[in-house]
C-alpha cells in the first residue's frame, strides 16, 4: 500500500469533460507514488480511462508505484465493459 502521499479521489462522473481536469491532476503527482481512490467513481468514460492508463504506464516508466484503492463497483463495471476487467491489479514490481 501507498502512503507517502494523500490519495488523489476520483469524482463521481468521469465523463469525456473531465479528462482534462483529472490528466491534469494526475500530473501534478508526478515523480511520487500515487494511490488513486475510485471508490466514488459512478461513470466511468473510455477518455478517462484512457488518462488513467497512460498515468499507469508513466508511473511505471518513472519507477514509481502506481495503485488504485477502494473501486466501487461501477469503477470496476466500467473497466469490465472497456476489456480492462483485471486492471486494477497492483504493479507487481512494487509489490512487497
Known amino acids: 500500500m501507498i502512503t507517502e502521499t494523500e490519495p488523489l479521489k476520483l469524482g ?3 465523463s469525456l469533460d473531465q479528462a482534462g481536469a483529472l490528466r491534469e491532476a494526475l500530473l501534478t503527482r508526478r515523480g511520487a507514488p500515487l494511490a488513486v481512490d475510485a471508490s466514488d467513481v459512478e461513470r466511468l468514460s473510455g477518455p478517462c480511462f484512457q ?3 497512460s498515468a499507469r504506464v508513466t508511473w ?7 495503485e488504485f484503492t477502494n473501486a466501487s463497483p461501477a469503477f470496476e463495471n466500467g473497466l469490465a465493459l472497456l476489456g480492462a ?11 512487497p
Open 12 to 14: 463521481a462522473n468521469l
Open 51 to 53: 488518462v488513467l492508463a
Open 60 to 66: 511505471d516508466a518513472d519507477g514509481q508505484p502506481f
Open 85 to 95: 476487467a483485471d486492471w486494477t491489479r497492483p504493479q507487481e514490481d512494487f509489490l
